[in-house]
């Protein structure tokens, strides 16, 4: 069966510390991993792909398809990271409608203290 | 551009009685979602249409849930009758090409 997994409920941190996200997935095939992030009175927003390899707000996420894994990390949290972060495989071909919608992990409460 | 609107933001019902949330995806996103999610979990995926088409709806309670997308741009989901369980918050997402998707604020619903 499809899986995703975040271990961790909740997730606190002091400022400035390093900051590790776990994402592990059960799929077959390859999925599409995205990262998505809901800030207090915000709505669910996307924060990053691996499909694109990028860094945003100094988050990176390597896919790791021999450990099935996508975790999200951060070198330096900041205040403003303090947010519920949702792992979130998509199975379908990019730009296609294939029918298959994100299946979301239950999510990380990230809290980083001052 | 406008995101995605949803109404109304908050509902509270009975048990037993039937609500209707709606949702305007951003202009031009031929995908849209509605999910459900329980508190303390992530969204959970109930209908995803493609225009006016339902492409799953696989994971909808169909005895008591039914949506509908009418001129493929609102959408409207129903439950009737309600029930404790559904007490959730109800999000409304739409996509321009079936991955990255746009979220709504949602409707947060309250079964008494």
């Known amino acids: 069966a499809q899986r995703v997994t975040q271990p961790e409920k909740l997730l606190s941190v002091f400022k400035g510390a390093p900051v590790e996200l776990k994402c592990n997935y059960s799929?077959?095939?390859?999925?599409?991993l995205f990262w998505y992030v809901q800030y207090s009175r915000q709505r669910l927003q996307l924060l990053l792909r691996?499909?694109s390899r990028e860094s945003i707000k100094g988050f990176t996420a390597d896919l790791n398809k021999g450990e099935t894994s996508f975790h999200l990390k951060k070198p330096f949290a900041q205040e403003e990271d303090s947010a519920m972060y949702y792992c979130?495989?998509?199975?379908?071909?990019?730009?296609?409608?294939?029918?298959?919608?994100?299946?979301f992990g239950k999510g990380t409460s990230l809290l980083v203290t001052p | 551009e406008a995101g995605v609107a949803q109404s109304p933001r908050y509902k509270i019902i009975e048990k037993r009685q039937s609500v209707a949330f709606w949702c305007n995806p951003i202009s031009g996103h031929a995908t849209l979602y509605w999910y459900q999610q329980i508190l303390g979990q992530g969204p959970k995926l109930l209908i995803q249409?493609?225009?006016?088409?339902?492409?799953?709806d696989s994971q909808l309670p169909k005895d008591r849930f039914s949506a509908e997308r009418l001129k493929g741009v609102d959408s409207t989901l129903k439950i009737q009758p309600a029930k404790l369980e559904d007490s959730a918050v109800y999000l409304c997402?739409?996509?321009?090409?079936?991955?990255?998707?746009?979220f709504g604020p949602g409707t947060r619903l309250t079964v008494l």
């Open positions: 997402a739409s996509s321009p090409s079936g991955n990255e998707q746009f």
């Open positions: 799929y077959s095939g390859s999925p599409e």
């Open positions: 979130a495989p998509f199975q379908g071909s990019p730009g296609s409608n294939s029918g298959y919608a994100l299946n």
């Open positions: 691996h499909i």
């Open positions: 249409f493609q225009n006016n088409g339902v492409v799953d």
